[in-house]
């Protein structure tokens, strides 16, 4: 007696688990923390104007984690505690910064023959604009509240004046041109690495601008009311 023969059904196949974890994608803060790292390179001389720029346009294009890291792979740690802060992870350390909103505006600072003044305790956020046309712009850091750690200043000066005054103990850097004018910034770099920094780039034509550290005002002294104020 013969055996009919059956065709043996196939045996369902179990999906394999990936085993790669799912690309995160990437936030602004992601992208501000490469793009701080990249700054401090550029200014230590880690990368040329070049490489730079061309890092720091990767950086925006990013769309995930995996894609920022490897712009910075062959750079130095910059935690406070010697290691790289993980994406989203804060480098504020003891400055304690506030929290930060990436889609704050920037604050205008005008003054057509006139003059414009901002000091005091004030917090400032991630850019301000100083505008002078035959008029004078003072900007004094020397009590503000940093709210995160990178400032930028664009200060633009036509037959007038902006003055930025800034604590001892930060770092200062700019990037700017004189034309008939005067553009100077007196570069700092901090000892700690979580300090704030304060970048003023921009330029004069017939005019002056100017940024400064003011002899013995330190952000230190700041840090318990910068605590108070943010509820840190």
């Given at each position: 007696?013969?055996?009919?023969?059956?065709?043996?059904?196939?045996?369902?196949?179990?999906?394999?688990?990936?085993?790669?974890?799912?690309?995160?994608?990437?936030?602004?803060?992601?992208?501000?923390?490469?793009?701080?790292?990249?700054?401090?390179?550029?200014?230590?001389?880690?990368?040329?104007?070049?490489?730079?720029?061309?890092?720091?346009?990767?950086?925006?294009?990013?769309?995930?984690?995996a894609?920022?890291?490897?712009l910075?792979?062959?750079?130095?740690?910059?935690?406070?505690?010697?290691?790289?802060?993980?994406?989203?992870?804060s480098?504020?350390?003891?400055?304690?910064?506030?929290?930060?909103?990436?889609?704050?505006?920037?604050?205008?600072?005008?003054?057509?023959?006139?003059?414009?003044?901002?000091?005091?305790?004030?917090?400032?956020?991630?850019?301000?604009?100083?505008?002078?046309?035959?008029?004078?712009?003072?900007?004094?850091?020397?009590?503000?509240?940093?709210?995160?750690?990178?400032?930028?200043?664009?200060?633009?000066?036509?037959f007038?004046?902006?003055?930025?005054?800034?604590?001892?103990?930060?770092?200062?850097?700019?990037?700017?041109?004189?034309?008939?004018?005067?553009?100077?910034?007196?570069?700092?770099?901090?000892?700690?690495?979580?300090?704030?920094?304060?970048?003023?780039?921009?330029?004069?034509?017939?005019?002056?601008?100017?940024?400064?550290?003011k002899?013995?005002?330190?952000?230190?002294?700041?840090?318990?009311?910068?605590r108070?104020?943010?509820?840190?």
């Open positions: 007696m013969d055996l009919e023969k059956h065709p043996q059904k196939p045996v369902a196949q179990k999906p394999v688990a990936s085993a790669e974890p799912p690309a995160i994608r990437a936030s602004d803060a992601d992208r501000d923390r490469i793009a701080d790292i990249l700054r401090e390179a550029l200014a230590e001389g880690r990368l040329d104007a070049e490489e730079h720029a061309e890092r720091i346009d990767s950086v925006y294009r990013a769309k995930t984690v894609e920022l890291e490897p910075v792979r062959d750079l130095p740690v910059t935690g406070a505690d010697g290691r790289r802060p993980a994406p989203g992870e480098v504020s350390g003891s400055y304690g910064y506030g929290p930060e909103d990436p889609t704050a505006p920037a604050e205008n600072l005008v003054a057509i023959f006139s003059s414009s003044t901002r000091r005091g305790r004030w917090r400032i956020g991630r850019k301000t604009n100083a505008f002078s046309l035959f008029g004078n712009i003072e900007i004094d850091l020397t009590e503000a509240l940093f709210g995160q750690r990178t400032t930028v200043i664009n200060a633009t000066s036509i007038g004046n902006v003055e930025i005054t800034v604590p001892e103990n930060i770092s200062l850097r700019g990037n700017g041109t004189g034309i008939f004018g005067n553009f100077e910034v007196v570069t700092l770099e901090a000892e700690e690495r979580d300090a704030p920094t304060v970048i003023v780039n921009g330029y004069s034509v017939f005019g002056n601008v100017e940024a400064k550290p002899r013995g005002k330190f952000i230190a002294d700041l840090r318990n009311q910068l108070k104020h943010f509820g840190h």
